[in-house]
């Protein structure tokens, strides 16, 4: 070989060298057993409390150990747009995954992109709303029937008559129509319960409170309001108008609507709130499942896993006095956080290792470790909403938490 040919060569050996060194550093330390992984977080939208919160676990827990020695971790923005979440989830797939975890915007729009990714060998797990491509796996607490068990706790609560609003949640979109069908199933087997107006709120605290406000100007002698979210907002609009005679309420779990129905002097003026719905813990939580299911702890029989629906009527409210839901407590002081702040996005159980700082901040708690999860459990089978082609169970519009009341005569 000449020289310059062999000078040629040690150039490009040498460049490779740098090159895979370079890789080396940017995929991250290796884990003890030498298993690395490349992770994605895919929101279809940010900003809210809900999103924040739940984005903050997972990067929390994505730089927990064992996991922070596991993974190569990186968050993307898609926004609301079918399209440009289909373009990202493509560009994840392309550059390598071996997991994503995404919020979908759509419940059927994605399947063909989540199909390619499945076929690349790249676990698909979408979390709190759901997707009916077969080889994902759906993470959210559609089996706890919230729909169901929360208009029957307000029925039972209500005696099983009176006047009601519901506060629908985002027009068109599965979990609203899957929620309404079952509160209305409840609902229209009582008489006695009127419902005398119903709005979009958008699951928007705002909106909700513009909402009630304006039907309270109609009917003032409403006794009861329905919601999935917007519950701060709907509480704010009665304790404004009619703060001397409240509700029946029953909604989302924000630090300032659970410290209220926990308040005796609220009760004593008719409050009586169910503070449940869909909390952003369900993100972390789903980290975890995809986790194990990569590094092969778990082995799911079923594609629907189910994340427990919170559920604090108001006579369980409990103050924390620290930064974790420890000692059966399930809400913060109201200096400690804001009051829209979603308290269901911890939970001690199944969350140890996130207190807090870690879901507001996005930070890990110092000296925590990853703790394996206990066996999962699995949600109903919903077609159009989590499954095709698959059969919904006989009682699925039927709450299976709360008890039936009878029929007032």
């Given at each position: 070989?000449?020289?310059?040919?062999?000078?040629?060569?040690?150039?490009?050996?040498?460049?490779?060298?740098?090159?895979?060194?370079?890789?080396?550093?940017?995929?991250?330390?290796?884990?003890?057993?030498?298993?690395?992984?490349?992770?994605?977080?895919?929101?279809?939208?940010?900003?809210?409390?809900?999103?924040?919160?739940?984005?903050?676990?997972?990067?929390?827990?994505?730089?927990?150990?064992?996991?922070?020695?596991?993974?190569?971790?990186?968050?993307?923005?898609?926004g609301t747009d079918v399209q440009h979440q289909i373009s990202d989830l493509q560009s994840m797939i392309a550059s390598g995954a071996n997991a994503i975890l995404f919020y979908p915007v759509s419940g059927t729009g994605l399947n063909r992109v989540i199909e390619?990714?499945?076929?690349?060998?790249?676990?698909?797990?979408?979390?709190?709303?759901?997707?009916?491509?077969?080889?994902?796996?759906?993470?959210?607490?559609?089996?706890?029937?919230?729909?169901?068990?929360?208009?029957?706790?307000?029925?039972?609560?209500?005696?099983?008559?009176?006047?009601?609003?519901?506060?629908?949640?985002?027009?068109?979109?599965?979990?609203?129509?899957?929620?309404?069908?079952?509160?209305?199933?409840?609902?229209?087997?009582?008489?006695?319960?009127?419902?005398?107006?119903?709005?979009?709120?958008?699951?928007?605290?705002?909106?909700?409170?513009?909402?009630?406000?304006?039907?309270?100007?109609?009917?003032?002698?409403?006794?009861?309001?329905?919601?999935?979210?917007?519950?701060?907002?709907?509480?704010?609009?009665?304790?404004?108008?009619?703060?001397?005679?409240?509700?029946?309420?029953?909604?989302?779990?924000?630090?300032?609507?659970?410290?209220?129905?926990?308040?005796?002097?609220?009760?004593?003026?008719?409050?009586?709130?169910?503070?449940?719905?869909?909390?952003?813990?369900?993100?972390?939580?789903?980290?975890?499942?995809?986790?194990?299911?990569?590094?092969?702890?778990?082995?799911?029989?079923?594609?629907?896993?189910?994340?427990?629906?919170?559920?604090?009527?108001?006579?369980?409210?409990?103050?924390?006095?620290?930064?974790?839901?420890?000692?059966?407590?399930?809400?913060?002081?109201?200096?400690?956080?804001?009051?829209?702040?979603?308290?269901?996005?911890?939970?001690?159980?199944?969350?140890?290792?996130?207190?807090?700082?870690?879901?507001?901040?996005?930070?890990?708690?110092?000296?925590?470790?990853?703790?394996?999860?206990?066996?999962?459990?699995?949600?109903?089978?919903?077609?159009?909403?989590?499954?095709?082609?698959?059969?919904?169970?006989?009682?699925?519009?039927?709450?299976?938490?709360?008890?039936?009341?009878?029929?007032?005569?």
């Open positions: 070989m000449k020289a310059g040919s062999f000078r040629t060569l040690l150039r490009r050996l040498l460049t490779a060298a740098v090159c895979l060194g370079t890789g080396a550093m940017l995929a991250g330390p290796a884990s003890a057993d030498g298993a690395h992984y490349k992770v994605f977080l895919d929101l279809s939208y940010s900003g809210n409390v809900w999103q924040t919160a739940a984005a903050n676990g997972i990067k929390a827990l994505a730089e927990t150990p064992p996991y922070d020695a596991e993974v190569t971790f990186k968050t993307v923005i898609s390619q990714g499945c076929q690349r060998h790249v676990l698909m797990v979408a979390y709190d709303s759901s997707v009916t491509a077969p080889c994902a796996y759906n993470v959210n607490s559609l089996g706890g029937r919230y729909g169901a068990n929360s208009a029957q706790w307000m029925v039972n609560e209500m005696g099983g008559k009176g006047e009601l609003v519901i506060n629908h949640g985002v027009a068109g979109t599965a979990l609203t129509k899957l929620m309404d069908q079952q509160a209305l199933n409840v609902f229209h087997k009582y008489p006695g319960i009127k419902i005398v107006a119903d709005f979009y709120g958008d699951w928007n605290d705002a909106l909700s409170q513009e909402g009630v406000s304006r039907i309270l100007a109609a009917h003032p002698n409403i006794d009861a309001i329905w919601t999935v979210d917007g519950t701060w907002g709907s509480l704010q609009a009665m304790m404004q108008h009619r703060p001397d005679r409240l509700v029946v309420i029953a909604g989302q779990s924000n630090n300032g609507y659970r410290s209220a129905i926990g308040d005796p002097a609220l009760q004593a003026k008719g409050l009586k709130g169910l503070s449940a719905s869909f909390g952003p813990a369900d993100g972390p939580y789903a980290f975890k499942v995809m986790m194990e299911i990569l590094t092969g702890a778990l082995k799911p029989t079923g594609h629907n896993i189910a994340y427990p629906l919170p559920w604090v009527p108001y006579q369980d409210v409990k103050l924390c006095s620290g930064q974790s839901f420890e000692g059966g407590c399930n809400v913060f002081p109201a200096g400690a956080v804001p009051p829209l702040f979603i308290d269901t996005a911890l939970n001690g159980t199944l969350l140890p290792e996130l207190n807090l700082s870690a879901v507001q901040n996005g930070t890990p708690v110092p000296g925590a470790t990853v703790q394996k999860l206990p066996p999962v459990e699995y949600s109903d089978n919903l077609p159009g909403v989590n499954c095709d082609g698959c059969t919904a169970p006989g009682d699925w519009l039927e709450p299976n938490r709360v008890k039936p009341i009878p029929v007032p005569q």
